[in-house]
């Protein structure tokens, strides 16, 4: 991107590098690839392996699902039925996709090569240590719990990131009903039992206690009818609302609905100690400490560095930050050669005012000095594609007409601006600037972006400078990343779903659930998967959810 031509600012070759032609094993280049979650599979979907040798290292041999972790929580939906096995996934017809089982350790950007473990715990042969060199580096390995060093958290909570978090839950909520109808107890221990404490008022502890909720009550209580007036759920969190992240009013019809669910819902309040048997607060608006007793808790309160990225970070001088920063086409700052997409990662977006001369002099077709309405227009498009936070900020002054931009403050509408006209109608557009969130659909779209970028690299380099730069090198005849939001739901149980969908759209309620379930029914990775997580649903309408151990 970012090469002048005769057409504006902006030029780039979309076209794919023709398929099929493959280059002799010897001298395809090496890409290395972190992770096998939504980034790293969606990455490797599209990755021509024809022209490149492609190698993946995973501590898992599988892809999760994620968005459908919490229903395993409570067996809504089977924990096989949303892993996709990675080979499966990389299995293709013109070459081979190598996967190792191991965890990358470290990164040596210098030495371009990475140190790996493997996790395989058994008495077979072989080395469970090696490394590997690449040519590119992919990063995708994601995030991990954050538990902001709360003493007793490590020990005493439950997650829910991964697969095997989501089963232990389910086992536990088991045993805490089976423990709190063992005879002999007080109505206070089994209270205690059967007290669901969860840390965090985001969409995962949200939809975790919303599918909590619904096994409590439609399956749990017909079968432990002692435990029905016993059991009670709490979410704990330390804003002033849950959901805080989504449009207001889902927020409060989230709330509204925990109310009525009996869910009880303790906001500004910071957890400070999770003891064995108790979780320990403080009210932030009095400075109050207070604790509950609890059967089982639920940590979700937002994610944290993997030690590899942390170490890694401090080897490239990105020091004291929570996750790696790239430029606008994902490549990692400070290194040559590494990429890195998803949650363990984040855009560090170009301001407009660092470019804002050069910008203008590109405009200024006639050379002027002075840019009129059309010499604006004309650029307008290839500078919302570098700059997106120009798009917002128009949006956020409801500027339906760019030209709007130009009107001074005395009421007189100007037809050219001069440079310093210029700077200062563009001058609040960076405030607009918004780091992309850490879910799935960024994390996919990343994926697929720089799988696009990948095939076509080649064809750039044979033609590097592009016609005359604009910035940095010929890499930058892509375009840079550019998110879409195809917007986001929120299950609160009873069959009713939230959702904000793009256009400031919300809807919510029961017909909102059946959209969750084609979209989500829709998204799965496979055939396999799709019929498996369909069924489910069904097993679970028709008989319920199994309540076993
Ligand atoms: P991940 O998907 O976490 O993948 C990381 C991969 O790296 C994994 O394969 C892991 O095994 C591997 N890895 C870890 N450490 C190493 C290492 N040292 N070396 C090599 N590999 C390693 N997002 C949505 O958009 N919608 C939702 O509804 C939604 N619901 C969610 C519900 C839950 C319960 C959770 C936990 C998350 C949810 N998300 C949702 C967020 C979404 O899952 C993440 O944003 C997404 O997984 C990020 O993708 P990623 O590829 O960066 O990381
Ligand atoms: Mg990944
Ligand atoms: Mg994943
Ligand atoms: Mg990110
Ligand atoms: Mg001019």
């Given at each position: 991107?970012?090469?002048?031509?005769?057409?504006?600012?902006?030029?780039?070759?979309?076209?794919?590098?023709?398929?099929?032609?493959?280059?002799?094993?010897?001298?395809?280049?090496?890409?290395?690839?972190?992770?096998?979650?939504?980034?790293?599979?969606?990455?490797?979907?599209?990755?021509?392996?024809?022209?490149?040798?492609?190698?993946?290292i995973?501590?898992?041999?599988?892809?999760?699902?994620?968005?459908?972790?919490?229903?395993?929580?409570?067996g809504?939906?089977?924990?096989?039925?949303?892993?996709?096995?990675?080979?499966?996934?990389?299995?293709?017809?013109?070459?081979?996709?190598?996967?190792?089982?191991?965890e990358?350790?470290?990164?040596?950007?210098?030495?371009?090569r990475?140190?790996?473990?493997?996790?395989?715990?058994?008495?077979?042969?072989?080395?469970?240590?090696?490394?590997?060199?690449?040519?590119?580096?992919?990063?995708?390995?994601?995030?991990?719990?954050?538990?902001?060093?709360?003493?007793?958290?490590?020990?005493?909570?439950?997650?829910?990131?991964?697969?095997?978090d989501?089963?232990?839950?389910?086992?536990?909520?088991?045993?805490?009903?089976?423990?709190?109808?063992?005879?002999?107890?007080?109505?206070?221990?089994?209270?205690?039992?059967?007290?669901?404490?969860?840390?965090?008022?985001?969409?995962?502890?949200?939809?975790?206690?919303?599918?909590?909720?619904?096994?409590?009550?439609?399956?749990l209580?017909?079968?432990?009818?002692?435990?029905?007036?016993?059991?009670?759920?709490?979410?704990?969190?330390?804003?002033?609302?849950?959901?805080?992240?989504?449009?207001?009013?889902?927020?409060?019809?989230a709330?509204?609905?925990?109310?009525?669910?009996?869910?009880?819902?303790?906001?500004?309040?910071?957890?400070?100690?999770?003891?064995?048997?108790?979780?320990?607060?403080?009210?932030?608006?009095?400075?109050?400490?207070?604790?509950?007793?609890?059967?089982?808790?639920?940590?979700?309160?937002?994610?944290?560095?993997?030690?590899?990225?942390?170490?890694?970070?401090?080897?490239?001088?990105?020091?004291?930050?929570?996750?790696?920063?790239?430029?606008?086409?994902?490549?990692?700052?400070?290194?040559?050669?590494?990429?890195?997409?998803?949650?363990?990662?984040?855009?560090?977006?170009?301001?407009?005012?660092?470019?804002?001369?050069?910008?203008?002099?590109?405009?200024?077709?006639?050379?002027?000095?002075?840019?009129?309405?059309?010499?604006?227009?004309?650029?307008?498009?290839?500078?919302?594609?570098?700059?997106?936070?120009v798009?917002?900020?128009?949006?956020?002054?409801?500027?339906?007409?760019?030209?709007?931009?130009?009107?001074?403050p005395?009421?007189?509408?100007?037809?050219?601006?001069?440079?310093?006209?210029?700077?200062?109608?563009?001058?609040?557009?960076?405030?607009?600037?918004k780091?992309?969130?850490?879910?799935?659909?960024?994390?996919?779209?990343?994926?697929?972006?720089?799988?696009?970028?990948?095939?076509?690299?080649?064809?750039?380099?044979?033609?590097?400078?592009?016609?005359?730069?604009?910035?940095?090198?010929?890499?930058?005849q892509?375009?840079?990343?550019?998110?879409?939001?195809?917007?986001?739901?929120?299950?609160?149980?009873?069959?009713?779903?939230?959702?904000?969908?793009?256009?400031?759209?919300?809807?919510?309620?029961?017909?909102?659930?059946?959209?969750?379930?084609?979209?989500?029914?829709?998204?799965?990775?496979?055939?396999?998967?799709?019929?498996?997580?369909?069924?489910?649903?069904?097993?679970?309408?028709?008989?319920?959810?199994?309540?076993?151990?």
């Amino acid at each position: 991107l970012c090469t002048i031509s005769s057409g504006g600012l902006v030029a780039y070759s979309e076209s794919q590098a023709e398929p099929g032609s493959g280059i002799p094993s010897e001298k395809k280049k090496k890409v290395l690839v972190l992770g096998t979650g939504w980034a790293g599979t969606s990455f490797l979907k599209d990755i021509d392996i024809s022209h490149y040798d492609v190698q993946v290292i995973s501590p898992r041999n599988y892809f999760a699902f994620t968005p459908l972790l919490p229903s395993v929580t409570c067996g809504t939906v089977e924990a096989r039925s949303i892993v996709e096995p990675v080979r499966k996934i990389i299995k293709k017809r013109d070459g081979e996709v190598q996967f190792c089982e191991a965890e990358c350790v470290k990164i040596d950007a210098a030495g371009k090569r990475v140190y790996c473990q493997s996790n395989i715990d058994n008495n077979l042969v072989g080395n469970k240590e090696f490394s590997l060199e690449y040519d590119y580096l992919v990063i995708a390995v994601g995030a991990q719990v954050n538990t902001f060093n709360t003493p007793g958290v490590q020990e005493n909570c439950h997650f829910l990131k991964e697969i095997e978090d989501a089963q232990k839950i389910r086992r536990t909520v088991i045993d805490c009903f089976e423990k709190a109808v063992l005879p002999g107890l007080s109505e206070e221990e089994r209270k205690t039992n059967l007290h669901f404490v969860i840390v965090g008022g985001g969409p995962t502890g949200v939809e975790f206690a919303a599918e909590l909720h619904d096994y409590i009550q439609e399956d749990l209580v017909k079968l432990y009818p002692m435990a029905k007036d016993l059991v009670k759920i709490t979410m704990i969190q330390s804003g002033d609302h849950i959901l805080n992240m989504f449009d207001e009013r889902i927020s409060s019809f989230a709330e509204n609905k925990f109310q009525r669910d009996g869910i009880e819902v303790l906001t500004g309040r910071r957890v400070v100690n999770v003891s064995e048997k108790e979780v320990a607060m403080k009210i932030k608006s009095t400075g109050e400490s207070c604790s509950i007793p609890h059967g089982i808790v639920l940590w979700s309160t937002g994610v944290g560095t993997r030690p590899v990225i942390k170490d890694f970070m401090e080897q490239i001088g990105q020091k004291n930050r929570r996750v790696l920063a790239t430029d606008e086409w994902l490549k990692v700052k400070g290194c040559d050669n590494v990429y890195a997409l998803g949650d363990c990662a984040s855009i560090d977006q170009r301001k407009i005012m660092e470019d804002i001369a050069i910008i203008f002099k590109a405009a200024d077709k006639d050379n002027s000095g002075n840019l009129n309405v059309k010499e604006f227009e004309d650029i307008l498009d290839d500078i919302i594609i570098r700059y997106p936070q120009v798009e917002l900020y128009l949006k956020s002054m409801h500027m339906s007409d760019v030209t709007d931009l130009f009107k001074d403050p005395r009421g007189t509408d100007a037809t050219e601006v001069d440079i310093e006209g210029f700077k200062s109608a563009l001058s609040h557009v960076d405030s607009q600037m918004k780091s992309l969130p850490a879910t799935a659909q960024v994390a996919a779209q990343q994926g697929a972006y720089l799988s696009r970028c990948f095939n076509r690299m080649e064809q750039c380099e044979q033609n590097p400078e592009g016609p005359q730069r604009f910035r940095g090198s010929g890499r930058h005849q892509f375009r840079p990343f550019s998110y879409k939001h195809f917007g986001q739901f929120a299950p609160l149980g009873g069959e009713q779903t939230a959702a904000e969908l793009p256009g400031d759209w919300v809807s919510m309620g029961h017909s909102t659930q059946w959209l969750w379930y084609s979209v989500y029914a829709s998204k799965q990775v496979s055939w396999r998967t799709r019929v498996l997580v369909v069924s489910d649903w069904l097993r679970r309408s028709v008989f319920g959810r199994d309540s076993s151990r």
